[in-house]
């Protein structure tokens, strides 16, 4: 009876304290408080977007050709930070935004969250800074984004880029995926995975490979300053239940830009096989493969990302499929 007791005060406890953390969340991350925690935070700037704020991150000439940078799940434009100054000094309007729930972009209650609700604002910001045409770089989720943005907007895209792209519902599989996806039981222990620095540490190490060394603190708190909000955790929750990507993999044959395909040999996150199915079924399409290298190339190899970008934008990009070594 006494040991029955004390189970009990202990879940009572316990069950308090998780109550406790999940109160006490903020509800969202304010970009002039945490200023020196945003990497390139000079060239952060703020649009309404059908009544929401979008943080972006821009830099170049605003006549210089455009390139608009597209994160993945769970992220924010920091995954473009090593890249982004390089892109303008060789001469591109480069334009990273926070998707909607993520980063220091708004996150309301009543977006859906899809892919699709994401290429809707994406569209709205090109419009709002009257790029009529422009080369999409998608990472990941985003790359999902950037096609679906290629698929149904062929007038808007040059030239497709896609980065470890995320094309089917595999992902939803993972463990993580699918505790975030699951009713009641996700909505209480998802935030506390989500908000937990130490996770989000050893999580960024799987993803970068054998680069994990540059993991510096200022990094992984920049990282985790929007991943501790309620808005996030809910964009996170609602992301995954309504993961709606067979598209891409059903309808690549369809994309009729140019497309370069960037992946890591080392990626756990999106196997380097889906990459090599996305240069079959795309028809003008060139896939290039980082050796030693995880789920962010642009992270792990931000010169020879960089360099390979703008030579495939720049029609300097020959070979059709090679290996870096």
């Known amino acids: 009876m006494k040991k029955r007791y004390w189970l009990g005060g202990v879940s009572a406890l316990a069950g308090a304290a998780v109550a406790a953390k999940l109160w006490l969340r903020p509800r969202d991350v304010e970009w002039a408080t945490n200023r020196d925690a945003v990497f390139n935070a000079d060239y952060s700037r703020f649009a309404d977007i059908d009544g929401?704020?979008?943080h972006y991150q821009e830099a170049g000439d605003s006549s210089a050709p455009p390139l608009l940078l597209i994160h993945g799940f769970a992220s924010s434009n920091l995954v473009w930070s090593k890249v982004l100054l390089q892109f303008s000094e060789a001469g591109f309007r480069v334009i990273a935004p926070d998707l909607l729930g993520y980063g220091y972009s708004g996150k309301p209650r009543q977006l859906d969250y899809t892919i699709a609700s994401q290429a809707k604002m994406v569209i709205g910001l090109l419009k709002q800074l009257g790029i009529t045409r422009v080369c999409l770089i998608g990472s990941s989720y985003g790359g999902a984004v950037a096609a679906?943005?290629?698929l149904d907007h062929p007038e808007l895209v040059e030239k497709l880029v896609l980065v470890g792209a995320v094309t089917n519902n595999k992902p939803t599989r993972y463990l993580l995926m699918r505790l975030f996806g699951s009713p009641i039981i996700g909505d209480i222990l998802?935030?506390?995975?989500v908000g937990s620095?130490?996770?989000?540490r050893m999580r960024m190490k799987r993803v970068y490979d054998r680069h994990a060394w540059e993991l510096d603190e200022k990094r992984v708190q920049a990282r985790h300053l929007p991943l501790a909000t309620r808005g996030t955790h809910r964009a996170?929750?609602?992301t995954v239940r309504r993961w709606d990507a067979e598209r891409i993999s059903r309808?690549?044959?369809l994309l009729v830009q140019p497309t370069l395909i960037?992946?890591?040999?080392?990626d756990r996150e999106v196997p380097l096989a889906d990459g090599e199915r996305l240069q079959?079924?795309?028809p003008n399409s060139r896939l290039f493969v980082f050796r030693e290298c995880g789920h962010l190339p642009h992270e792990e190899y931000p010169a020879e990302f960089t360099e390979l970008v703008q030579s495939f934008v720049r029609d300097k990009f020959q070979v059709s499929a090679f290996k870096l070594r």
């Open 52 to 54: 929401v704020p979008v």
């Open 148 to 150: 679906t943005i290629a």
């Open 190 to 193: 998802s935030p506390l995975v």
């Open 197 to 200: 620095r130490r996770l989000l």
């Open 236 to 238: 996170i929750i609602r």
């Open 251 to 253: 309808d690549a044959h």
């Open 262 to 266: 960037l992946w890591g040999d080392k």
């Open 280 to 282: 079959q079924e795309i």
